[in-house]
């Protein structure tokens, strides 16, 4: 257990709302990231944290903007939500685990709905 | 990015062993080969990686081959609680910002017959 907490885990929401989804950690990683989950497709990076204050973008970012200001909090923002939105959200950090290699911990999830 | 191709189901029995296949025939020399699984209605949780060799672990057994093109995760004796769906993924070994470039593809989802 990485001690990640996401919250909320459900959220219905209607079109057109801000929605706001909070990862934290309480093990000072460096790297957090954002995923959507949806059928059909595998998990899909929405965006990234390599630090406080320090973000990029993944594959599918349109939509979504993230914000962390403090090492264990990471949250992503849905500015306006739309009804394509709607799916499970997954946060990640990496874990140095041996060498080179790094193993990500998953939160639970959220499952956002958007009517 | 190198990409992978697994079954999209399997099924096994209970106890039984089960060797769930992976072709990734574009690896590069760098790519560590990771399994990743997803019990229903959590996160998806490491299950085991290896570069060259063949590993072993509490949960499972990773046989890579020698020309690194496919992989097989073996689980020795299934139980009920190994249903799930998973996932084999390529990253780059160098640097942890490279964990942005995994590619989740839909992974095996294998039922376990009592």
């Known amino acids: 257990d990485a001690g990640i907490t996401q919250s909320p885990r459900h959220k219905v929401t209607e079109t057109g709302t801000p929605v706001t989804l909070r990862c934290h950690q309480t093990e000072n990683h460096r790297y957090m990231y954002w995923y959507r989950q949806d059928p059909g497709h595998g998990l899909r990076l929405i965006h990234y944290?390599?630090?406080?204050?320090?973000?990029d973008k993944g594959e599918v970012s349109d939509g979504y903007s993230v914000s962390r200001s403090k090492t264990e909090d990471f949250l992503l923002t849905l500015e306006s939500a739309t009804s394509s939105q709607t799916s499970v959200y997954f946060c990640?950090?990496?874990?140095?685990?041996?060498?080179?290699?790094?193993?990500?911990?998953f939160g639970p999830g959220t499952r956002l709905t958007v009517l | 990015d190198a990409k992978t191709t697994q079954p999209n189901s399997m099924e096994s029995n209970e106890e039984e062993p089960v060797h769930l296949p992976c072709n990734h025939s574009?690896?590069?020399?760098?790519?560590?080969i990771h399994w990743y699984r997803q019990l229903p209605s959590q996160g998806p949780e490491y299950v085991i990686h290896?570069?060259?060799?063949?590993v072993n672990n509490r949960m499972a057994s990773l046989a890579i081959a020698e020309d690194r093109k496919s992989s097989t995760l073996i689980l020795h004796r299934a139980t009920l609680r190994d249903a799930a769906v998973y996932y084999c993924?390529?990253?780059?070994?160098?640097?942890?910002?490279?964990?942005?470039?995994?590619?989740w593809g839909l992974g095996t989802s294998l039922a376990v017959n009592p």
């Open positions: 990640a950090i990496s874990v140095r685990a041996s060498g080179l290699y790094n193993e990500q911990f």
């Open positions: 290896g570069l060259t060799s063949n």
């Open positions: 944290s390599y630090g406080v204050k320090d973000t």
């Open positions: 993924i390529l990253r780059d070994a160098q640097g942890a910002d490279n964990n942005r470039k995994l590619i």
């Open positions: 574009t690896i590069s020399g760098t790519d560590y």
